[in-house]
């Protein structure tokens, strides 16, 4: 069961970056030393990108029982994934450039009020790096643009259908996993405590990109207000390296 079925609930993201420093100095050089004859070492030269073909992506998607066990596949309901629009903060669609060739799909655990597990996944395979490399610098800027928090109004969206108060936290990370280059969004969508004893929801979404290929998921939970956010955050970590090393 999907929670965008019933436009009840909206998902969202959060940044956060890293630095590398590092140190340097000049020795000096040593008096009367005779200068080499030997030609400069040539800088090394970086092995091409990889180029994965679709079926061979489609044979490395990841069974649902390694997403988690009690996962299962159903069409999908998520805005914009039959489109082959990435997931983006707050219930959002970000668009890819160039219309790739895309699998999307949609795990969920049935459980009453969407507790359990939840997995959004959609692949982009380019014609070559540099178009997915334009696709990555697209999703990054998407997901530096979501605003760090935002309060959203509850409203009436039609006879039967409403959208719960709520408000979205929203942190960015970047870094790399298995060898992808990687963007996370952190989410966490917190309703007022009368809608529900499990009103916060932990979003994460992730963006990678290796080669011709773009990877964007969204893992969640529907969990109680004590329940640390790392720990949703772990278990997307583990899903996404799995994923990525198999890939390639």
Same mark, same amino acid.
């Given at each position: ?30 008096? $009367? ?27 490395s ?57 939840? %997995? ?26 979501c ?6 109004? $509850? ?46 929801? %932990?979003?994460? %979404?992730? %963006? ?35 994923q ?5």
């Open positions: 069961m999907s929670r965008w079925r019933s436009c009840s609930v909206v998902v969202g993201l959060a940044v956060a970056a890293l630095g590398v420093t590092g140190c340097g100095g000049d020795g000096d050089k040593a008096e $009367g030393a005779a200068p080499s004859d030997r030609p400069a070492a040539s800088a090394a030269t970086s092995a091409p990108p990889p180029t994965f073909d679709i079926e061979h992506v489609r044979k998607l990841l069974p649902p029982k390694e997403v988690a066990g009690d996962v299962k596949p159903q069409a999908p309901t998520f805005p914009g994934l039959t489109e082959a629009g990435a997931p983006g903060c707050s219930a959002s669609t970000f668009s890819l450039p160039d219309r790739p060739k895309t699998i999307g799909r949609q795990l969920e655990t049935s459980k009453r009020g969407f507790t359990g597990t939840h %997995y959004i996944q959609l692949v982009a395979v380019y014609p070559d790096a540099a178009g997915a490399a334009a696709g990555m610098d697209r999703l990054r800027a998407k997901a530096k643009a605003p760090a928090k935002k309060h959203f109004p $509850g409203k009436r969206l039609g006879e039967r259908r409403f959208s719960i108060e709520h408000t979205d936290t929203w942190t960015l990370t970047e870094d790399t996993i298995a060898g992808w280059t990687h963007v996370r969004g952190f989410e966490k969508h917190v309703e007022p405590p009368r809608t529900s004893r499990f009103n916060v929801f %932990y979003d994460v %979404y992730d %963006y990678a990109v290796r080669g011709n290929v773009v990877i964007a998921t969204l893992y969640w939970e529907r969990v109680k207000p004590t329940t640390p956010g790392e720990r949703i955050a772990d278990k997307a970590t583990t899903v996404l390296t799995k990525l090393q198999k890939i390639g």
